[in-house]
């Protein structure tokens, strides 16, 4: 049997943040709190050199995140301001699914990926950051990343751990 590669795969996440400054300490810190449904997992191939079996797995975690960051915002205009931020997370998954293919054709939907004793955890945590601009105090811009430091994986053979990264545009109400 060949090596299994996780391959990264898109998602949504959707959500809402808000920041609150903190003065005490110096002007341009912030603290940044949040709600977001983010859509992580992952997908992965492998083939059976003896009768040529190839399986396709693609695996779906969405879950409800609550980052909580500590930043620092660089006024370099009356408009525009970079940012970076960094901070724990704590998240639960509400839902996820498994799709499974071989040669080319679905063979399995499994549709409750949290039971069993290889299935998935549903809490999570970890810690994570973003970078980015923003302009005119109303729209922002951002790269960012989370790493989970929790292995998601109810099987005692393998190790699963949520990595995300997001592009994402903002607006500030």
């Given at each position: 049997?060949?090596?299994?590669?996780?391959?990264?795969?898109?998602?949504?996440?959707?959500?809402?943040k808000?920041?609150?400054?903190?003065p005490?300490?110096?002007?341009?810190?912030?603290?940044?709190?949040?709600?977001?449904?983010?859509?992580k997992?992952?997908?992965?191939?492998?083939?059976?050199?003896v009768?040529?079996?190839?399986?396709?797995?693609?695996?779906?975690?969405?879950?409800?995140?609550?980052p909580?960051?500590i930043?620092?915002?660089?006024?370099?205009?009356?408009?525009?301001?970079?940012?970076?931020?960094?901070?724990?997370?704590a998240?639960?998954?509400?839902w996820?699914?498994?799709k499974s293919?071989?040669?080319?054709?679905?063979?399995?939907?499994e549709?409750?990926?949290?039971?069993?004793?290889?299935?998935?955890?549903?809490?999570?945590?970890?810690?994570?950051?973003?970078?980015?601009?923003?302009?005119?105090?109303?729209?922002?811009?951002?790269?960012?990343?989370?790493?989970?430091?929790?292995?998601?994986?109810?099987?005692?053979?393998?190790?699963?751990?949520?990595r995300?990264?997001?592009?994402?545009?903002?607006?500030?109400?």
């Open positions: 049997m060949g090596d299994i590669e996780p391959q990264c795969q898109a998602g949504l996440l959707l959500g809402a808000g920041e609150l400054g903190i005490s300490i110096t002007k341009g810190f912030y603290t940044e709190f949040g709600l977001h449904l983010s859509a997992g992952y997908k992965y191939e492998y083939g059976n050199m009768n040529t079996d190839e399986r396709h797995f693609t695996r779906n975690l969405n879950y409800l995140v609550v909580v960051h930043g620092y915002k660089i006024e370099c205009s009356k408009s525009v301001s970079l940012f970076a931020n960094v901070g724990p997370y998240g639960v998954a509400l996820g699914k498994e293919y071989r040669n080319g054709k679905k063979f399995h939907t549709s409750d990926i949290f039971s069993g004793k290889y299935g998935y955890k549903r809490f999570d945590w970890g810690c994570g950051f973003n970078v980015g601009v923003e302009y005119a105090k109303h729209f922002q811009l951002s790269f960012g990343a989370d790493w989970s430091l929790m292995n998601v994986s109810k099987a005692n053979d393998y190790t699963y751990k949520n995300s990264f997001t592009f994402s545009l903002g607006y500030i109400l």
